[in-house]
């Protein structure tokens, strides 16, 4: 199957009754139905198209651009920001992928982002310095990205994204369910119910998750918190 069938599947037939393996991508995470759609029709369209989600830290950015890559597979290709270098120029004009995923964009240096930004408009990458030339236009690309702080992202290139789509702060319910489902284990809410007070984000759910076990009681946890508070990080000034 190419990208455009088994993008088209993912939206004639619902993400949900898809083959298992593709059932799987979208459906690690908990919630978030919605934001599900849009993926599936960003997917499934024709268009060239860009989607940004932005959002506080553990709020399943990377799930989602996770998701895109799975349902996509070799069609697609995975960046992440942070060391963006020309490396990802040679990959795109060598793969000629037609969807790209760029985590943690605020963190691309902005030199890069200029390079960017007339590719997300039509595909086109022109760079033309003198130990570097590039030439080559992708057809049809989709960009999906994910940012923890938009405001580091330019201006012109937050526009390329159209409207972003905003991940607030998890709700308690939701932080609750995201718990027991990420940790699958008796005392998951228990745990989830003990960080969100404490203000916490799932990747300190899963770590606590991991510490008490798959028999880890109620005690457990408390226990474990106590040592984590105890031991947290003090203003040293
Ligand atoms: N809605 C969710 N459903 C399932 N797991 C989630 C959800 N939100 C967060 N998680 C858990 O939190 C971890 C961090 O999520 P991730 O997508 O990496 O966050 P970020 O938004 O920082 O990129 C994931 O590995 C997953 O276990
Ligand atoms: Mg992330």
Redesign the pocket.
Known sequence: MNWRQKAKQAIEWGIEQLQPEIQEDFG?????SDVKDIFKRALATDESINLLLV?P???????FLQGVMDIMGDDAVYFDATNTTNRVLDVLEQKRPKIICIDELEKMPTNFQNKLLNFLESGHVKVDQKKVQYDFTIKGVKCFG?ANNPKKISPPLMSRFGKPLYLPKYTKEQFLS?SE??LEIEVGRFIGEQVYAKGGD??EV?NIGKLVGKKGTEEDVLQVLRTMYKYQEVDTE
């Open positions: 690690k995470i908990a919630g978030y959002g830290p553990a709020s399943a950015k990377t799930m994910a995201v489902k990420v799932i990747r899963i």
